[in-house]
């Protein structure tokens, strides 16, 4: 929960924040509750589905996103790295978050 917290702060490294929490954990999350989402359908339990497959997903996606920004406002390096670190999880995020 620490980590989440730091991540939402922008206390994470621009590359640990980009690709832990982003990339590898962001599409963990989103396959999981996809597949959870098609199991409740196919269950034909419609509201669980909702609940499961956006309820979960959308949050952690905008805590993702919002991590991945703060923490290229505090980005050392080039400016480029951090612009294409935000445009990369902002198109990433609304890709995974509309499917």
């Known amino acids: 929960m620490t980590k989440l ?3 939402w702060s922008g206390d994470l490294a621009l ?3 980009f690709w832990t929490w ?3 954990v962001g599409l963990l999350v989103n396959i999981a509750t996809s597949i959870l989402f098609l199991v409740l359908i196919l269950q034909e339990q419609p509201l ?3 609940l499961v497959g956006y309820g979960l997903s959308v949050p952690y996606n905008i805590v993702a996103t919002v991590g991945v ?4 406002a505090r980005y050392g390096g080039p400016s480029l790295y ?3 670190a935000r445009i ?3 198109t990433l995020m ?4 509309l499917t």
Do not use: D, H
């Not at 609304?94 to 978050?97: I, K, V």
């Open 94 to 97: 609304a890709g995974l978050t």
């Open 82 to 84: 951090a612009n294409l």
């Open 5 to 7: 917290l730091a991540l």
């Open 48 to 50: 669980a589905a909702v």
């Open 69 to 72: 920004w703060r923490s290229a």
């Open 22 to 24: 982003t990339v590898t």
């Open 88 to 90: 990369v999880t902002i």
């Open 15 to 17: 590359n640990e924040a």
